[in-house]
């Protein structure tokens, strides 16, 4: 038995703040939050009064690439727009270009050292996409390469997910369809390699409605479960289609009205939200609204080669409290508890009995300190009772 | 001499990027900026093809506390006001309570380790205010302070500027007339002790425009420079004061129009602004225009314990491109150049043969890695060209 003793406040999403308490854990697992000095142990760790809370769950991210495109970024914050650069050969399909170019080790070093990035800042969950190949073998060696990568217990635990549609390949010349179906015939081989869920880039300029839902269909068949890039460059109906096929969640929704508000709340699917991406485009999905309307929130960093370089959870649930006006406990329950519940997981997102011990002490004594810091650091982290990350 | 050998890109305000240098350093000096592996050195560092600037300088912090008030800050997320809090004692008046009460050795130690966050993240000049005393001999000690630490090598150069007008102290009951004449007598005081300049929050709620003016014509007759808080919470007519006065600076600027705008180009009064207060405030200062009207950019933190916890310039940069919609070379030369003009000071700012040799490499191979990683790590800083913070 282990003991974290003297912490100051700890959040478990859903209960009030604890001020003073003690955490046990036995292997893997937290087996009970008791009162200060409660409990024995063989060894002890003393929070010495500060905040602690579950490892950070990010929900959204695209980490399996070798260089970020800092050129296009530079030149898209002058003022030249997506659809310019994309037409001259960059975004995606300029990553696409260099994965598939690069060899298998150079893509897991990357991968690997930018991964315990986030381990580092205090998030142990990364939902992890595919996409920067577009073909099949490709696709399913970023699979294996993340699923490999999850065990790592210098690392967070990753989710992977198949996003084979992120947009089409340079080979395709424009045959949708085609492209379409193979993504399809793709999935019970993704599922196999280790992938859980299947994303697809449903909006305008990338897939359709119609496109979305057959390769959805096709990954609920091999046993994926499914995610959504819902309605961020336009209302092209993902989120609508994302509630139809009750999918896990609907990510960005910067363009949804309430109508689809509602249809999320009735399916149960989480709204994944992106404060990073939505501060890039300048527009804000309505948060708030989501929550009245009975929506779970999840929050992901979006970290992509091209638009976002963040692997800080802890900044992202500042942005969340600044940009999306959430108070600091609705960010963090989003953080933590909405993104265990996106990826299905039922053992962590909390601080409880028989939840993992992923923890993280942070630099703080009060919970305030993530909406006053951007980016507030982490002291300890442990990732399933062992100590993972810590400041020096 | 010591060689900076293999600069993958150099940033220098005013001068194109130059992809491919070295910059050589004699003492605390750059004595050239040459093509790559040109000069003799008696000691080089290999910057492995990365991306140099000068140091990071932050033109607004409050860095004398003890706390932060995260319980407020907490609050203030879930909804409550600003107003209703300082009603309440909180606010700037409840860091006057404590920093009084506080022993000078606690808040060296807090002071000293908090500034060591700035140059760790590149920023090697730091103009810190005092004001969380409001009565002589506190402000007098916070200059004393400030002016001792900035000679330490391990951490940033300070610039104190002495902010005795931050708010009215509780023992004044209201009694605005004294407390201003009193502040106009410290001034000479305050220059005697290290500060270089004088700032007064002019706003509503705070400082009257007569106030200010007063405050600053006698930091004026005791040597000060003068910069102000200025029309950030309501145009009260702090930047045409400033542009009257001359100022070195107008700060935050929130609320001004075009005409505000005008008069601080005539003047040459910096517009300093700070991308987190915007955030807090929801409302944006017009930075773009205030360049194309011919006024020069600052950048801070506004570091302060109740509001912003940022000690990262990197991540100003970052939320000065998003939010401001600055290029990137904009707001890095507001980061560097701009904060040094608005301190009056000319010997940093840029890579140039007799500038200080304050330099940071990133953790980048291309600037435009601000606009794509919220605090963009530092790999080597040199303060005066010894090496003062490294990532490892």
């Known amino acids: 038995m282990k003991a974290l003793r003297n912490v100051g406040r700890l959040f478990s999403p859903g209960e009030a703040v604890r001020a003073g308490a003690d955490v046990l854990i036995e292997g893997d697992r937290v087996v009970a939050v ?7 142990a063989d060894e002890e760790f003393d929070c010495e009064g500060g905040l602690l809370t579950p490892g950070l769950i990010d929900a959204h991210t695209h980490p399996v690439y070798l260089r970020a495109r800092l050129e296009e970024v530079s030149r898209r914050a002058g003022g030249a727009s997506y659809s310019q650069i994309a037409g001259e050969g960059g975004g995606i399909q300029a990553t696409v270009r260099e994965t598939r170019a690069a060899s298998a080790l150079q893509l897991e070093q990357s991968t690997r050292s930018r991964l315990s990035f986030w381990i580092e800042q205090g998030t142990t969950t990364v939902e992890a996409k595919t996409g920067y190949w577009l073909e099949e073998q490709g696709e399913l060696s970023a699979v294996r390469l993340l699923a490999g990568l999850s065990s790592d217990a210098a690392l967070p635990r990753l989710v992977v997910t198949f996003l084979g549609a992120h947009d ?59 995610r959504l890039h819902a309605d961020e460059l336009a209302l092209t109906g993902g989120a609508r ?74 900044l992202i649930v500042y942005l969340a409290v600044m940009e999306f006006k959430l108070d600091v406990e609705q960010a963090l329950s989003a953080a933590t508890a909405g993104g265990a519940r996106s990826l299905l997981l039922a053992d962590r997102g909390g601080v409880s009995r028989g939840q993992l011990a992923d923890l993280v002490l942070w630099d703080a004594d009060h919970e305030g300190a993530f909406a006053w810091e951007p980016g507030l650091r982490a002291r300890r982290v442990w990732r399933g009772g062992q100590l993972a990350a810590s400041d020096g």
């Not at 008791?34 to 024995?40: D, W």
């Not at 193979?182 to 897939?207: I, L, T």
């Not at 404060?275 to 309307?293: D, F, H, S, W, Y």
């Open 241 to 314: 289609l994302g509630a139809r096929l009750r999918a896990s969640s609907a990510d960005h929704l910067l363009q949804i009205g309430e109508e689809e508000m509602r249809a999320l709340a009735a399916a149960g699917t989480v709204a994944t939200l992106c404060p990073v991406t939505a501060l890039t485009m300048g527009q804000l999905p309505p948060a708030r609204r989501l929550l009245e309307q009975g929506v779970t929130l999840a929050l992901g960093t979006d970290h992509n080669p091209g638009t976002s370089g963040t692997t800080s959870m802890s």
């Open 168 to 226: 089409l390949p340079p080979e395709s010349m424009g045959d949708r369809a085609a492209y379409v179906e193979a993504v399809c015939r793709w999935c019970p081989a993704a599922k196999s390699a280790g992938a859980e869920f299947c994303d697809v880039f449903c909006d305008r300029g990338a897939f359709t409605v119609e496109e979305s839902e057959r390769i959805l269909l096709a990954a609920r068949a091999a046993g994926l479960g499914l």
């Open 34 to 40: 008791v009162p200060a000095g409660e409990g024995r």
